[in-house]
């Protein structure tokens, strides 16, 4: 079997290290013959933009080894559905000058620092096409050009030392961010008149820096400087063949692509190249199959299937990829949602956490496997994420928390009725609403609740309790273990008292049992039953004081050798409880 490529974002690494590739080569051909002369992927995180760039401009990109000599890129895609292609493709094949450039690195906490990561990354790819030292094609004021900013960690960092005047510092510094916006384009048009090629251009992860701005606070200067990035690099640059940009969302009302009419986007409602990012049905069968893991292929699909990026189906490949990772040597460990651990999943909480009372009864519906229907638009920024509900749902669409199920115009307005698209994804949302749901508990005065509890009154216990649900999302509300959950937290704190779960107590176990510190204080256990109607409760209520009695609950603690103890039953229905005494 073929090594998994865990970590893996290289093409070549695939190839030299002989790991399990899933085929995506014709992604070339395809942006060749239907994309544009700049081209916007917007998929969601870990969905192999990065790995798709790799591949690119390894099939591209005209290198030489240590003697001098071109590399033949060929052997790299031995084998892979682009050889099948005819020489319009293929006579392309390592041809061009390739710039690629990741913007990831500018996640930073203030807009300088950012700059200066985006600048290191710049600064690398200059140092990658050294040769231009050295180029007999080259006049000298164009190497000076190329030296400059070659060689500007160093400058600058002379050019700081020297200046003690804080204006004047920080004149020079937006200098430098001037220099560098525009240094893409000067690049290219060296390495255009040293190769007599046009040059490719490949930026990843685009949107990563304006995120981060937005939420660190310096939002419009990062937006400034991508915008003089791209427009010197995309829009007036006549040494651009074509250039493909990854990132998870699109950004236009910030003018990021002012005046690009080359421009094509494909976000995960376009028509074309749905399939190439992801795994298709037909991919992931393939590789489970290749690890013996073909019987494993329903709990596959129902942890992380469900994507529909154009007409294609597509499971998650970073979900299926660490499941079959940690499963070859263990068909029967259980699922795991693995993309949720790759990112704080902020938006989620933010959806949460900013719900009125139509978004809590829409995210009941959705996880629990129903549908919400949104006006979708895909000229969001994250200026406007938060204005509005509907606008955070359009961002967990595209971003990859919710799936298509049909779309409908209504005027000049396309409506789509959306789902969550798997286990995977519900579980996210599921958890976010628990610890959502435990942070309304720990901002809480408890201490009207506990001194309700110490003083057996039933009313203010049942009246706390029932307004604490209320603020809660009831797609838990069927759950005993909620409730149990729920109960234990508001418990803990109680003055000179210890809560304990699921104690051995008499003939079995209580659900919790409120312990003193000092032994001559009463204990308070504490039985639950949950039912489904309303009208059922009081029966629940009863049901709790038999079990109290006839499994010896008291009995238990007495043995214990407290001097005595009080039972509560309680009842729950949805967002209502009752509570009643036992002697």
Known sequence: MKKIGIGYENYKDFIDNDLYYVDKTLLIRDILQKGGKVNLFTRPRRFGKTLALSMIRTFFELEYDRDGNIIDKQRYFDGKKILQCDDSILSKMGRYPVIKLSLKSAKQSDFKTAIFKLREEIIYEFARHEYLFNSCILNEDEKNSYKELRSGEFIWQEKIRQINDPDEREAAFTEEVGKYSTALKMLSTLLQKHHGENVIILLDEYDVPLENAYYSGFYDKMVGFIRSLFESALKTNDALEFAVVTGCLRISKESIFTGLNNLTVNSI???????????????????????????????????????????????????????????????????????????????????????????????????????????????????????????????????????????????????????????????????????????????????????????????????????????????????????????????????????????????????????????????????????????????????????????????????????????????????????????
Request: with cysteine; glycine share 6%.
């Open 269 to 583: 409602r376009g028509t074309d190249f749905g399939e190439y990012y992801g795994f298709t049905p037909e991919d992931t069968l393939e590789m489970l199959d290749h690890y013996g893991l073909k019987d494993n292929y329903d709990v596959v699909k129902d942890w992380y299937d469900g994507y529909i990026f154009g007409s294609a189906e597509v499971y998650n490949p970073w979900s299926v990829t660490h499941y079959i990772h940690e499963h070859v040597n263990a068909p029967d460990r259980l699922a795991e949602p693995y993309w949720s651990n790759t990112s704080s999943n902020s938006i989620v909480k933010d959806m949460i956490k900013l719900s009125d009372d139509t978004a809590k009864e829409e995210l009941d519906r959705l996880v629990n496997g129903g549908t919400i229907e949104k006006r979708i638009h895909e000229d969001i920024t994250y200026d406007d994420v938060h204005s509005n509900q509907d606008n955070l749902w359009n961002f967990l669409f595209f971003t990859g928390y919710m799936r298509k199920v049909s779309e409908r115009t209504e005027g000049d307005d396309i409506y789509m009725t959306m789902c969550i698209p798997n286990r995977e994804i519900r579980s996210i949302f599921r958890h976010q609403v628990s610890l959502w749901f435990e942070d309304i508990v720990k901002q809480t005065d408890l201490n009207n609740f506990h001194n309700a509890v110490l003083n057996k009154d039933t009313e203010t216990m049942e009246n706390f309790i029932s307004d604490l649900l209320e603020k809660s999302i009831s797609t838990f509300d069927c759950s005993e273990s909620f409730y149990h959950g729920f109960l234990l937290s508001l418990l803990y704190g109680t003055p000179r008292y210890t809560p304990r779960s699921n104690r051995e107590t008499g003939n079995g176990r209580a659900d919790i049992v409120l312990y003193p510190n000092r032994p001559k204080d009463p204990a308070y256990i504490f039985e639950l039953k949950v039912r489904k109607k309303f009208n059922e409760m009081d029966d629940g209520l009863k049901e709790a004081f038999e079990q109290i009695k006839e499994k010896k609950y008291a009995e238990g603690v007495l043995e214990d050798g407290y001097i005595g103890s009080v039972s509560y039953g309680i009842c729950f229905c949805k967002k209502s409880c009752i509570v009643g005494l036992t002697e």
